[in-house]
Nanobody, 117 residues
Framework: VQLQASGGGLVQAGGSLGLSCVAS????????MEWYRHTPGNERELVAT???????TYSDFVKGRFTISRDNAKSQVYLQMNSLKPEDTAVYYC????????????WGQGTQVTVSS
């Protein structure tokens, strides 16, 4: 199974972008879906999580500006990013954790988001 992330690009500060992550085939027993981001010289950081029960959590630096959503039936996860800031510039990665007894982790290839000031 491969995850394809898309929707990144260049946007001015205050603008919006929507990221999508699509699996190449259906993923069963999804436990959670997440978005991470990474900038050079830093650790990859968690941006947002949506669990199988629909509960969402956000990192403080995006709370109130980003919204994670999903389509479990299609094994897709989305990230709506509003009020973007230059510090949101990063490569964004989607992650899906799935499985019951044996847990699998799936990662997308990353999509670049650049926010200009």
């Amino acid at each position: 199974v491969q995850l394809q992330a898309s929707g990144g690009g260049l946007v001015q500060a205050g603008g919006s972008l929507g990221l999508s992550c699509v699996a190449s085939e259906s993923i069963f027993r999804i436990k959670l879906m997440e978005w991470y981001r990474h900038t050079p010289g830093n650790e990859r950081e968690l941006v947002a999580t949506i669990k199988s029960d629909g509960i969402t959590t956000y990192s403080d630096f995006v709370k109130g500006r980003f919204t994670i959503s999903r389509d479990n039936a299609k094994s897709q996860v989305y990230l709506q990013m509003n009020s973007l800031k230059p510090e949101d510039t990063a490569v964004y990665y989607c992650h899906i954790k799935a499985g019951l007894l044996a847990v699998s982790h799936y990662w997308g290839q990353g999509t670049q988001v650049t926010v200009s000031s």
